[in-house]
């Protein structure tokens, strides 16, 4: 009988080579915990790649190594750090958002390419995290770091994030526990103000103009994924034990927000990160058991979390969400607790919150 050590029964037992979990199912090699996902434009060419926020976040690791990394698709099956883009010696990526056409905070006039990066290592003698900007430059292959907002203590459990061509930065702030108190706008704290226990589960904003951080929105029932509306008037939310998306109103001349009301409701699963998809449509992504995703982020063991991921078009003001597509059954073989999809190119790309690799998923038209 062959006598399992402790690293094989918390799920430490190596690196997890590339190999096909199924016929139809790829693991492509990461760092352990590529949490959140992003389609960019890599190349000269027209080419693409997947970017991933790698946080190599185990639970006993007080600062962690974390990477940004690069898989080109059509290339290798295999996602690679990208050398040199790093600010900082303690680097804890756990969400990434692109922006086209950005102006870059304080520098009016410059429109570049963004790449904005939770970084979720809280610098020593600091009490919060803080967001890093980097410039996408696709041609050349290369991100140059620009610019640190932050740190905060208002980021005190940073999730997702995203941000607005001119700058506006939104952040939020995730707890294992729900909350069902939604109040948007009721107290909007500035920094210089900040409680000594803020609160999680709320939605923070970094407003450009004014150089602070300031809450939002609380008492989001699992404040977690973000994204934006094309015309970026309206800001979506996943909210994650009420297994719903939530709608908010944005004012862009202020940042603020209004309404936080429910466009999609009764997920068949707790709602991770959320994407807009280069067709128009979203997708949502997530687990489908709380208990063994709460037991996996413990202790890193592989348990049968159960993903699910689902598709959805919203058109802000006229109706609710309407689902597109749903791949709940094509995920049964990922065990690893996924928390972003993407499909793209006949497959579906699955991240993971503590596991290493990406799960490539062969997809049928039907799908």
Same mark, same amino acid.
């Given at each position: 009988?062959?006598?399992?050590?402790?690293?094989?029964?918390?799920?430490?037992?190596?690196?997890?080579?590339?190999?096909?979990?199924?016929?139809?199912?790829?693991?492509?090699?990461?760092?352990? +915990?590529?949490?959140?996902?992003?389609?960019?434009?890599?190349?000269?060419? &027209?080419?693409?790649?997947?970017?991933?926020?790698?946080?190599?976040?185990?639970?006993?690791?007080?600062?962690?190594?974390?990477?940004?990394?690069?898989?080109?698709?059509? @290339?290798?099956?295999?996602?690679?750090?990208?050398?040199?883009?790093?600010?900082?010696?303690?680097?804890?990526? /756990?969400?990434?958002?692109?922006?086209?056409?950005?102006?870059?905070?304080?520098?009016? @006039? !410059?429109?570049?390419?963004?790449?904005?990066?939770?970084?979720?290592?809280?610098?020593?003698?600091?009490?919060?995290?803080?967001?890093?900007?980097?410039?996408?430059?696709?041609?050349? =292959?290369?991100?140059?770091? /620009?610019?640190? *907002?932050?740190?905060?203590?208002?980021?005190?459990?940073?999730?997702?994030?995203?941000?607005?061509?001119? +700058?506006?930065?939104?952040?939020?702030?995730?707890? /294992?526990?729900?909350?069902?108190?939604?109040?948007?706008?009721?107290?909007?704290?500035?920094?210089?103000?900040?409680?000594?226990?803020?609160?999680?589960?709320?939605?923070?904003?970094?407003?450009? !103009?004014?150089?602070?951080?300031?809450?939002?929105?609380? @008492?989001?029932? $699992?404040?977690?994924?973000?994204?934006?509306?094309?015309?970026?008037?309206? *800001?979506?939310?996943?909210?994650?034990?009420?297994?719903?998306?939530?709608?908010?109103?944005?004012?862009?001349?202020?940042?603020?927000?209004?309404? $936080?009301?429910?466009?999609?409701?009764?997920?068949?699963?707790?709602?991770?990160?959320?994407?807009?998809?280069?067709?128009?449509?979203?997708?949502?992504?997530?687990?489908?058991?709380?208990?063994?995703?709460? /037991?996996?982020?413990?202790?890193?063991?592989?348990?049968?979390?159960?993903?699910?991921?689902?598709?959805?078009?919203?058109?802000?003001?006229?109706?609710?969400?309407?689902?597109?597509?749903?791949?709940?059954?094509?995920?049964? +073989?990922? =065990?690893?607790?996924?928390?972003?999809?993407?499909?793209? &190119? @006949?497959?579906?790309?699955?991240?993971?919150?503590? =596991?290493?690799?990406?799960?490539?998923?062969?997809?049928?038209?039907?799908?």
């Amino acid at each position: 009988m062959k006598t399992l050590s402790l690293l094989s029964l918390i799920g430490l037992s190596g690196a997890t080579p590339a190999h096909a979990a199924t016929p139809s199912q790829t693991l492509l090699p990461t760092g352990p +915990g590529p949490e959140d996902m992003e389609l960019i434009p890599w190349g000269p060419a &027209g080419g693409q790649a997947l970017i991933t926020a790698t946080a190599r976040r185990l639970p006993w690791q007080k600062q962690p190594q974390g990477a940004l990394e690069i898989h080109e698709i059509g @290339g290798a099956p295999t996602f690679t750090p990208l050398p040199g883009v790093y600010p900082h010696g303690a680097w804890k990526p /756990l969400a990434v958002w692109r922006v086209q056409g950005a102006t870059l905070p304080g520098s009016p @006039g !410059q429109v570049k390419d963004l790449l904005y990066v939770v970084n979720a290592t809280v610098p020593k003698g600091m009490k919060g995290s803080q967001v890093e900007i980097f410039e996408l430059q696709a041609a050349t =292959k290369t991100l140059t770091h /620009l610019r640190t *907002l932050g740190p905060s203590p208002l980021l005190t459990s940073p999730n997702s994030l995203v941000a607005t061509r001119d +700058g506006t930065v939104y952040i939020s702030n995730f707890n /294992l526990f729900g909350n069902r108190k939604l109040k948007v706008n009721t107290q909007i704290t500035p920094e210089a103000a900040a409680p000594e226990k803020p609160e999680r589960n709320t939605l923070v904003c970094y407003r450009p !103009q004014e150089q602070t951080w300031r809450v939002v929105a609380t @008492g989001i029932n $699992g404040a977690n994924g973000l994204c934006l509306t094309p015309d970026e008037k309206h *800001l979506l939310c996943n909210a994650y034990h009420a297994k719903q998306v939530l709608d908010f109103t944005r004012d862009p001349a202020t940042g603020r927000l209004t309404n $936080g009301d429910i466009v999609f409701d009764k997920l068949a699963f707790f709602p991770d990160n959320l994407k807009l998809l280069p067709s128009g449509e979203y997708c949502a992504a997530g687990q489908t058991n709380f208990i063994t995703t709460a /037991l996996h982020f413990l202790t890193v063991a592989t348990y049968p979390t159960g993903g699910s991921a689902v598709s959805f078009t919203y058109t802000p003001g006229h109706a609710q969400a309407q689902r597109t597509r749903c791949w709940r059954e094509t995920m049964r +073989g990922d =065990k690893r607790c996924t928390s972003t999809a993407i499909p793209h &190119g @006949g497959h579906l790309y699955l991240s993971h919150i503590i =596991k290493p690799g990406v799960m490539r998923v062969v997809v049928s038209p039907s799908e």
